[in-house]
C-alpha cells in the first residue's frame, strides 16, 4: 500500500514548481527584452513609426495571411481561404523580425557580406521573357565633377534632332496629353561618345548628347498618333551644381521642374520620366527580326500612393508590348527603399506617372530611338482604347 506523501514533500514540490516558472518567466522575459531591443535598433538611426513604414510593411502581408489574422477572432472567415494554404511559420516571421533575414530569400543574408551584392536588391513585379534577378537594373550615381566634366560626343544627333524639329515645325499643335522630361538629362551611351573610358559606367554622361533625345524623339513620334506632348529637357545636372546639391537629389529638382510646367500648361494626363539603364550591352539589348533594339524596363517607386493605378498602367503596357515585340520590355522593376534611395520618383504626381528605362549604357541612339517608336505606337493604341472604351 503506497503512502501519500506527507505535508512537508507536498510543499517542497510545490515550491520547487514555483521556482520553475519564476526561472522560466525570467528566461522568457530575458528573450523578449533582447528580441524588442534587436527589433528598435534593427530600424536605423532616426528611423521612426511613419505612414509610409506602416505601408511598406502592410503590403508585404498577403491576402491569404491577412484573413488568417482575421479568422483568429471570427473562424468564418478561414472558410474563404484555398485548400492548400498553410499559414506563415511564426518562428520565421519572428526570426526574420529580429535579424532582418528572410529564411526563403537568401539575397537578405549574402546583402550584408558580400560587396556588391546589395546591387540585386529590389522586387522584379513583372518579369519579362527571361528575366530573373540578375538581369535588374542598374542605377549609376557619378560624382558631380564625373557627371559635369567635359566630353566630346557625335555631332551628328545633334544635327539629326535639329533636322526633324524643323520637320514638325510646320505641323498642327496638338493638346498637350504627355509630359516627358529627365530626371538625370545627361545619362548618355557609349556609342555617341568619344574619347572615354567605356570601362566604368559613370562616364556614360554628356550634356546634350544623351536621354534628352530620346524624350524628343518620342515626343516627334506620339504626335504622328495625333498624341501632343511637353518635352522638358532642361540641364537638370546643372540645376544641381548651381545649388551645390548631390546627384542624389536629382528627383527632387526634377520636381520643382515638374511643377513649373504644370504651373505653365496644366495638368497633363501621363507623365514619363526617361532614363537609361547602367547595365551593360548583353543586358539591354535585343534582336526582333533581324534588328537591334534597346530594352526597356519599367521601375516603380515603393513609396508611391499611387502604386497599384501606376502598377496596373505598367502592367498594360508591358504586356502589350510583350504580345507585338516579345522580349522587349523586361518588366516592372520595384527598386528597395531605405536611406539613399528615392523610393519615390514623383509617381506621386499622377497614377498615370510611370519611370522607363530605355537601353542602357552600350546601346546607340538609333537602337534607342527604335525602341522608342515601338513605344509610341504601343502607347498611341493603348491611349485611343482607353478613349473608346470610355466613350
Known sequence: MRRRPTVKRRNLQRNRTSIQKAFSSLVMSIVMLFFFITLITSLGTGSVFSSSSINEASR??????FIQIMGIENPYFTQS?????????????VFE???SIDPGDHRTLLGTELPGFSLFDGTIILAGEGVDYTEMPLESAPPMEVLLA??????????????????????????NVVHIMHAHNRESFFPELKNVDTENENNANHPTVNITLAGERLGMELSKYGIGSHVNTEDIGAMLSERSWQYSQSYD?????????????????????????????????????GEKYAQIYFVLGLNNPNFEQNQQLMTELHERLDEDYPGLSKGIF?????PGRNGLYNQDVSPNSILIEFGGVDNSLEEVYRTVEVFAEIFSDFYWDQLEEGE
Open 97 to 99: 523580425l529580429a535579424t
Open 60 to 65: 508585404n502581408i498577403s491576402s491569404e495571411m
Open 334 to 338: 520595384e527598386p528597395p527603399a531605405g
Open 81 to 93: 481561404l484555398p485548400e492548400d494554404y498553410n499559414p506563415p511559420s511564426v518562428s520565421a516571421t
Open 253 to 289: 529638382m526634377a520636381r520643382e521642374v515638374l511643377k513649373d510646367d504644370i504651373e505653365d500648361h496644366g495638368e497633363f494626363e501621363f507623365y514619363f520620366d526617361l532614363h537609361r539603364d547602367a547595365a551593360r550591352r548583353d543586358r539591354t539589348t535585343i534582336e526582333i527580326n
Open 150 to 175: 567635359e566630353s566630346e560626343a557625335a555631332d551628328e544627333r545633334i544635327a539629326e534632332i535639329d533636322m526633324l524639329r524643323e520637320e514638325m515645325a510646320g505641323q498642327d499643335e496638338l493638346e
